[in-house]
T-cell receptor
């Protein structure tokens, strides 16, 4: 089955800096890669996703890039703000397999 | 907007009790999912359902069962709760095609004493 890994488990950045979170996956047949943000006390919410026929997708301050050859995809957040502090999950394809999540802390 | 609701935000039960967690979605989604979330382990799929009365085991189905009698409702059942089932339980739904966006409920934090 699919195996999705996120590293590191925590990331701390200064407000205004960029944050990059990377995930790797194992199944080359995976074709859908969403990113979810989970704020304290809430369920995960989709923030951006990408399909395997696209290399990059952008939505305001967030973007996702996909490298199918290397089997990794990354979330990029620019001009980070304190409200970006949350747990971020990546997932891969079909019956979505989630990574373990990364806790992003944005220092004001 | 899609809305996924879960019957309880917090629940305290005793070992051996039968526990029902209810989930309802209002977007006529075909697929519904139950996950548990534990620190350091992320989201792990317990069961999912792709149609009424249909169910499939996820990665960690042991100790759980599910019921989907109506399209909008998906129930997770702990037949005999144990302390290692203390966790956050998240329900999600998605449209008919697997690989579509999943919409999550707010979660139920279950404590088994």
């Amino acid at each position: 089955g699919e195996n999705v890994e996120q590293h590191p488990s925590t990331l701390s950045v200064q407000e205004g800096d960029s944050a990059v979170i990377k995930c790797t996956y194992s199944d080359s047949a995976s074709n859908y890669f969403p990113w979810y943000k989970q704020e304290l006390g809430k369920g995960p919410q989709l923030i951006i996703d990408i399909r395997s026929n696209v290399g990059e997708k952008k939505d305001q301050r967030i973007a996702v890039t996909l490298n199918k050859t290397a089997k990794h995809f990354s979330l990029h957040i620019t001009e980070t703000q304190p409200e970006d502090s949350a747990v971020y999950f990546c997932a891969a394809s079909c019956k979505l397999t989630f990574g373990k999540g990364i806790t992003l802390s944005v220092r004001p | 907007d899609v809305k996924v609701t879960q019957s309880s935000r917090y629940l305290v039960k005793r070992t051996g009790e039968k526990v029902f967690l209810e989930c309802v979605q209002d977007m006529d989604h075909e697929n519904m999912f139950w996950y548990r979330q534990d620190p350091g382990l992320g989201l792990r799929l317990i069961y999912f359902s792709y149609d009424v009365k249909m169910k499939e085991k996820g990665d960690i189905p042991e100790g759980y069962s599910v019921s989907r009698e109506k399209k909008e409702r998906f129930s997770l059942i702990l037949e005999s709760a144990s302390t290692n089932q203390t966790s956050m339980y998240l329900c999600a739904s998605s449209r008919s095609t697997l690989g579509e966006t999943q919409y999550f409920g707010p979660g139920t934090r279950l404590l088994v004493l």
